[in-house]
């Protein structure tokens, strides 16, 4: 990881906790606005990497703030995936006020020769504005 670089960790409490970290935010191309992001996987039996393609960020920020904005729920689950389907999400608002973001991390195409999904559980409102308002923060604080 770069020094200094921007962050974002995702994960909770639990008996065998995961935690994504997302890091090393760069733009491989200066003439158009494709936004690579390193996510990983990691907990007491995994560890999983992958580079994230994105066009910047294919409004992950947005996403996660439309379900913050939604904190008194909606039925079925919502879906987010960035450009080349690396990272993907489905949302789903539980009782109690909770909402179940389900993250998969996937092999880059071609191959695509592996797939891992995790769930962490958010606050439905304020947890889930603050995620968004980091995510948000980590896509436009781009390390050249």
Known sequence: MIEDSPVVRVGGPGSHPVHLLFSEPTRP???EPTLDILVRASGQRVSVETLV????GDGLDAFLSALAE???GWDGARAWRSLERGLTISAEHHSGGYVHLTWGIHDRPPSEEWHFETTTVHAAGEEMRNLAAEVRTFLTSTVE
């Open 53 to 56: 393609r994105t066009w910047d």
């Open 70 to 72: 939604d904190f008194r």
């Open 29 to 31: 191309f200066d003439d």
